[in-house]
């Protein structure tokens, strides 16, 4: 699933998903990273720590 968040300055697009563990669901998590768009290309980059303003709508690593 994606979410688009629109700010006063720029919209950054989320990707939702759930991450199973087969053998230790009890240890599944979510995963919501800020898309890379441009150049007609998707970019899902590596999961790390990230801060969403939302009033400008800016995703910072």
Not at 4 to 23: N, R, Y
Not at 27 to 53: A, F, I, T, V
Request: proline residues 7%; aromatic residues 12%; hydrophobic residues 35%.
């Amino acid at each position: 699933m994606m979410l688009k968040v629109v700010g006063d300055s720029k919209t950054t697009v989320i990707f939702m998903a759930d991450k199973w563990e087969p053998k230790t669901q009890w240890d599944s998590r979510y995963l919501w990273m800020p898309l890379e768009l441009g150049e007609g290309k998707l970019k899902l980059p590596e999961p790390k720590s990230w801060h969403l303003n939302l009033k400008t709508g800016e995703g910072q690593y």
